[in-house]
């Protein structure tokens, strides 16, 4: 089954990928907490849509949704903008 950008998390493991991901976010017109980008290995560490908030940040948990890659978020993202 396909995943929809709400469904979905990428794992976070510097301050780099998160710059690339927030770039992403920005790219394609999803609904960002701009401050939800700095990366807290011990912490916060999944990119994930948050559904209270109708935001994409990195968060604590990934809420049990479906791992993903970078690549594949992009592909989301595009997806996104689309719709």
Not at 22 to 41: A, R, T, V
Request: glycine residues 4%; charged residues 25%; contains cysteine.
């Amino acid at each position: 089954m396909k995943k929809s950008i709400y469904e979905i998390y990428v794992p976070v493991t510097s301050q780099e990928q998160a710059d690339r991901l927030k770039g992403i976010c920005l790219e394609y017109g999803l609904p960002i907490w701009d401050m939800g980008f700095d990366y807290f290995s011990s912490s916060c560490n999944f990119l994930t849509f948050n559904n209270k908030n109708k935001i994409v940040a990195i968060f604590s948990d990934n809420l049990g949704k479906t791992q993903i890659t970078e690549s594949d978020f992009l592909e989301l993202a595009k997806e996104f903008k689309n719709q």
